[in-house]
C-alpha cells in the first residue's frame, strides 16, 4: 500500500478544502478606520455586519477562474492519488495524479498572484491588510506544490 501516495491524497484533499474556503469567505483584504472594518471577498462585502455584493473587477475575475479551474484538477488529483495509493501497482496513476496536483498548484499560484499585484498598491496603505482568505489561497498552493513531489516519491 502506497501511504506517500494516499498521504500525498490527503494533502491534496486539504488543499482543496483550503482553496474552497478562500474563495468563498469574505476575508482577502481588511480595511480600518476610524469605527468601521471593511471585509472585502471574491463574491461579497461586508461593513458593520451589513453585506455588499462585490463589483468584480480584474483581480476577482482571475482569482475566481483559476482558482476554480485549481480546484477541479486537484479533485481529480485526489482521486488519482487515493486510487493508486490503494492498488500500489498502478505507478502510471500516481504520476497523474502528481503532475495534476503540480497544474493545480500552479492555476492557484496564478490566480492568488494576479490578484496580489492588482491589489498590492491598495494594501500598502496604513489601514489596509490583507486577510485570512489571503492567506488560504496561498497555504492552498504550498500544500498542492509540496504534495506534487510527494506523489512521486513513493515506490511500493
Do not use: H
Not at 469567505?25 to 451589513?50: H, K, R
Not at 496561498?138 to 516519491?153: M, Y
Amino acid at each position: 500500500m502506497g501511504f506517500l501516495k494516499i498521504g500525498s491524497g490527503g494533502g491534496l484533499a486539504i488543499a482543496l478544502l483550503v482553496d474552497i474556503i478562500a474563495i468563498t469567505t469574505p476575508g482577502w483584504i481588511y480595511v480600518t478606520t476610524e469605527n468601521v472594518t471593511y471585509a472585502q471577498g471574491l463574491f461579497q462585502n461586508y461593513s458593520d455586519g451589513e453585506q455588499f455584493d462585490v463589483n468584480k473587477g480584474d483581480a476577482e475575475n482571475v482569482a475566481i477562474a483559476f482558482n476554480v479551474m485549481a480546484d477541479v484538477i486537484l479533485s481529480c488529483a485526489v482521486g488519482a492519488l487515493c486510487f493508486a495509493g490503494a492498488r500500489s501497482e498502478n505507478e502510471v496513476i500516481s504520476k497523474v495524479g502528481g503532475v495534476l496536483a503540480f497544474v493545480g498548484g500552479i492555476f492557484i499560484m496564478i490566480g492568488m498572484a494576479s490578484y496580489t499585484g492588482l491589489y498590492s498598491s491598495f494594501v500598502a496603505q496604513d489601514n489596509v491588510d490583507w486577510g485570512y482568505s489571503f492567506a488560504f489561497g496561498w497555504l492552498a498552493f504550498t500544500i498542492s506544490i509540496i504534495a506534487a513531489p510527494v506523489a512521486f516519491i513513493d515506490k511500493d
